[in-house]
């Protein structure tokens, strides 16, 4: 299995995405949209576990218009009204 970040050209600027390849030809691609808590390990880990069955997986930053933002603990991240707001508001831009 590799694991890579790439950049994804678009109309409005640039993405980063990681994108996880099984050690054998993919079976097919998967893209794993995250969460309102961003790209982080646990979403890399599920990526991995896909490409250890075979699937190649894009993980994409859906939030890359406001970048740089993060990271985002999912435990306490609603607690603090400063970090829920800037949740609140990178949700609805996407």
């Known amino acids: 299995m590799t694991k890579r970040d790439i950049e994804i050209k ?9 994108l996880f390849r099984p050690a054998a030809p993919a079976k097919a691609g ?4 995250m969460d309102i808590f961003g790209p982080r390990p646990v979403l ?3 990526a991995e576990r896909l490409a250890g069955h ?7 930053d ?10 985002f603990d999912p435990k306490t991240a609603f607690t603090e009204a400063k970090t829920k707001a800037l949740l609140l508001m990178l949700s609805g831009g996407t």
């Open 10 to 18: 678009t109309q409005d600027g640039t993405a980063k995405a990681r």
């Open 30 to 33: 998967i893209i794993l949209y």
């Open 44 to 46: 890399d880990q599920m």
């Open 54 to 60: 075979g699937y190649a997986v894009l993980v994409p």
């Open 62 to 71: 859906l939030f890359y218009r406001y970048a740089p933002y993060g990271p």
